[in-house]
Nanobody, 129 residues
């Protein structure tokens, strides 16, 4: 079992940066691939969008085209924490951001939300123009 708590969201202007953190508890964290997803305003939960993912070791990462080059996912297994550094934020990045853990061992992190087993409660990111 893995419990996840996101933090670091807020209200910023376009062009600013934010770093989201996802603190995990549970022994499975260090062997779990981690993903970041977001749910934009007015979208249903089933319309959550993949943002980024990182393998258990940190050696492999995946990004959506919409954030590639602006966002960076990383993890510190010693601190049981995964991060999402978001630079050059745009109004269309406004969403609730969720981190998720995949309890099944995988070398390449998945980009589909149904692959993930544990979810945090989300943190709001609002980017004003």
């Amino acid at each position: 079992q893995v419990q996840l708590v996101e933090s670091g969201g807020g209200l910023v202007q376009a062009g600013a940066s934010l770093r989201l953190s996802c603190a995990a508890s549970g022994r499975e964290f260090t062997s779990s691939a981690m993903g970041w997803f977001r749910q934009a305003p007015g979208k249903e939960r089933e319309e959550r969008e993949f943002v980024a993912a990182i393998s258990w070791s940190g050696d492999s990462t995946e990004y959506s085209d919409s954030v590639k080059g602006r966002f960076t996912v990383s993890r510190d297994n010693a601190k049981n924490t995964v991060y999402l550094q978001m630079n050059s934020l745009k109004p269309e990045d406004t969403a609730v951001y969720y981190c998720a853990a995949d309890k099944h061992f995988t070398i390449i992190p998945h980009t589909r939300d149904w692959r993930y087993d544990y979810w945090g409660q989300g943190t709001q990111v609002t980017v004003s123009s």
